[in-house]
């Protein structure tokens, strides 16, 4: 009577400590099927605590912090871009002047759609592969929006911005909450919101030193230089942040409460005649039934 771990909560039962348990990993068949009993005691005793923050301390917990301060400077990055690069697009486009603000309006409305639609992705698949769409989708949108032909093209590419940064910011934000301590989550926010700041005013120092007037601004050089620190950042995520463990715990859970369930309802050894022949006539095995029948009945000796 055992409990089959997913390897994702596995992992997390090896990285993260437990009050009073242990889970040797040299010992990977045992801690991969402990029996149903002992984590049933063990996740409602709390000796498993996975929901609870601050089980992220030292490289994980700074690469978290370095990711969520870096979106955040994208974000700052993309606003001075975006509203610096007007005048010279009007110059690149002959635009008007009902067309000089849609570049700006669509990106916020892009980061709007962005935070409403990856907010449920994050509770269904976790927090790190919306990050990790997020920061991709930003470096190719930000890549072709630097050889927009035209201004259609550049508003709708800007569009597609706005929502990799609404996208990446909502998980990002939850999973730097999920990976620090209690008392410490205020210092983190401050000391994240400080950073992203900082780096993103750098955008606005190369403007300056590109064209302080405004007017003839190199902006596909920049929104270049903008995907290639997506894509930095993109790589760091890739290779360094780990899932939430407020998440993986909700995995835990939904995974010894469906095995308690099956457990109430009875055994495999208990099953009858009719609840076997509803599995192998099923939509999902009856091909494989009527393969075997057919097959059985074709090689049966004369």
Request: glycine share 10%; aromatic share 8%; proline share 5%.
């Amino acid at each position: 009577d055992n409990v089959l771990i997913p390897p994702a909560v596995r992992c997390a039962l090896y990285t993260y400590p437990m009050k009073g348990a242990t889970c040797p990993p040299a010992n990977v068949e045992r801690s991969a099927s402990w029996s149903s009993d002992t984590m049933v005691g063990l996740w409602r005793s709390n000796e498993v605590d996975l929901h609870s923050s601050g089980y992220f301390a030292g490289f994980p917990q700074a690469t978290v912090l370095i990711v969520a301060s870096g979106l955040i400077s994208l974000e700052v990055a993309a606003m001075f871009l975006l509203t610096s690069m007007t005048l010279s697009v009007t110059n690149d486009f002959n635009l008007h002047h009902v067309q000089q603000g849609l570049l700006m309006s669509f990106a916020s409305l892009g980061g709007l759609a962005g935070a409403l639609v990856v907010g449920h992705m994050a509770d269904r698949k976790g927090r790190r592969p919306p990050l990790l769409w997020a920061l991709g989708s930003l470096t190719m949108f930000s890549a072709l929006a630097s050889f927009a032909r035209t201004y259609h093209e550049l508003v709708i590419l800007g569009a597609g911005i706005g929502l990799s940064l609404g996208g990446g910011l909502v998980p990002t934000s939850v999973l730097l909450s999920e990976t620090t301590r209690q008392d410490q989550r205020m210092a983190v926010r401050g000391v994240c919101q400080t950073l992203g700041g900082v780096i993103g005013f750098l955008m606005l120092v190369a403007v300056q030193l590109d064209d302080p007037t405004l007017q003839h601004l190199h902006w596909r050089n920049l929104l270049r230089g903008f995907g290639c620190g997506a894509a930095v950042l993109w790589g760091v995520a890739f290779f360094c942040v780990p899932e939430s463990p407020s998440f993986l715990g909700a995995s835990l859970r939904a995974t010894m409460e469906a095995r308690m369930a099956l457990r109430d309802k009875g055994s495999p050894e208990e099953m009858t005649v009719r609840s076997q022949l509803e599995v192998v006539l099923s939509r999902r095995f009856l091909s494989t039934t009527l393969y075997i029948g057919f097959g059985g009945l074709v090689s049966r000796p004369a």
